[in-house]
């Protein structure tokens, strides 16, 4: 159960209402059963000037050179990391979708090392994991990463990784609840 009581639109102040207005237009992230918001945009809601940043961030890291497959790659593990149930149900179907092998998905949630098919994929799961683990990255691999997205994408990388570590530490914080029917991934 959620932490914080969902909010309805017709509870908030014309800031946050302006808010709740301009995410929704952007991203169907509206609950189908209620009038609130899913994810942690609820939480983002409640603090507007904040909110309104953070859901920036959010459009930036969703809009990057970084082709689609390997951002949602990237979003799994550090769903898989910080073990944010609500962000890996969210980000893994929109992976396999994009050509993720489902048993690399399925690898990265049991917390095990993907056989890759790709090297795209190998590079950006071991610039993520090694970033997310070990707080640094090897030499050989930031060269690997360099090589496949660029400085640029490098950087966008981070920003993306560090968005969703943000959005997974909000979710696990909040202790946002999957939409009803679905069940944890990991045991509490």
């Not at 909110?51 to 970084?66: D, E, L, N």
């Not at 993306?160 to 997974?168: A, D, E, P, T």
């Amino acid at each position: 159960m959620t932490r914080l009581r969902p909010l309805t639109r017709t509870e908030l102040s014309g800031n946050q209402a302006t808010l709740w207005d301009d995410i929704t237009q952007s991203r169907a992230v509206a609950s189908p059963e209620s009038d609130t918001l899913m994810g942690p945009y609820d939480a983002f809601v409640r603090v507007p000037d904040l909110g309104r940043h953070m859901w920036s961030w959010g459009a930036h890291v969703r809009s990057t050179s970084i082709e689609p497959r390997l951002s949602e790659l990237a979003i799994c593990i550090v769903g898989a990391q910080w073990r944010s149930d609500f962000e890996f149900w969210a980000h893994a179907p929109k992976a396999i979708d994009l050509g993720i092998d489902p048993a690399v998905v399925d690898a990265i949630r049991d917390g095990r090392t993907p056989a890759f098919d790709r090297d795209d994929e190998h590079v950006v799961h071991a610039v993520t994991s090694q970033l997310l683990a070990q707080h640094r990255v090897h030499d050989a691999t930031y060269a690997d990463g360099v090589a496949l997205l660029g400085e640029t994408g490098m950087i966008e990388l981070c920003a993306v990784i560090g968005y969703y570590c943000f959005i997974s530490m909000t979710l696990n914080l909040f202790e946002v609840a999957l939409p009803a029917g679905e069940e944890p991934i990991w045991p509490r």
